[in-house]
Nanobody
Framework: QVQLVESGGGSVQAGDSLSLSCEAS???????????MAWFRQAPGKEREYVGA????????NYIDSVKGRFTISRDNAKNTVYLQMNSLKPEDTAVYYC???????????????WGQGIQVSVSS
C-alpha cells in the first residue's frame, strides 16, 4: 500500500514557474524505489491527462509533447518524493495535478494503482 500527498500548487501568472512535490509513504518504506511515478492533470470538464512519468531509478523520464522543454519530472528516492518543476506556465496548464504510483508505467490513468488527492494549479494570462 502506498499513500501519496501532493504539495506546492497555487495561482501564478503566465510565464511563471511552479514546483509540485509528491511524497510517498507506505510499508515497508523502501517500497517507493519499486514504483514508477507519474503526474497527471485534469482540467474542468476534461478527462484526466497524462503529463509524464519517471522510472523507479529516475533514469528514464518521458513527457507529453505539450510540456516538453517546460516541465521536468525528477525523484529523490532517499526522500520518497517525486517532483514536477513547471516553467513558462501557460493558461492551458491550469488543472488539478495528481501524482500516481505503480510498478509499471503507462500513459493510461486506469493503469496506475495509487493516487494522490490532487492539487490545484491555476495560471492566469
Amino acid at each position: 500500500q502506498v499513500q501519496l500527498v501532493e504539495s506546492g500548487g497555487g495561482s501564478v501568472q503566465a510565464g511563471d514557474s511552479l514546483s509540485l512535490s509528491c511524497e510517498a509513504s507506505g510499508r515497508p518504506p523502501s517500497t517507493f524505489t519499486l514504483y514508477a511515478m507519474a503526474w497527471f492533470r485534469q482540467a474542468p470538464g476534461k478527462e484526466r491527462e497524462y503529463v509524464g512519468a519517471v522510472s523507479p531509478s529516475g533514469g528514464k523520464v518521458n513527457y507529453i509533447d505539450s510540456v516538453k522543454g517546460r516541465f521536468t519530472i525528477s525523484r529523490d528516492n532517499a526522500k520518497n518524493t517525486v517532483y514536477l518543476q513547471m516553467n513558462s506556465l501557460k493558461p492551458e496548464d491550469t488543472a488539478v495535478y495528481y501524482c500516481a504510483a505503480d510498478r509499471d508505467s503507462s500513459s493510461r490513468a486506469r493503469q496506475w494503482s495509487y493516487w494522490g488527492q490532487g492539487i490545484q494549479v491555476s495560471v492566469s494570462s
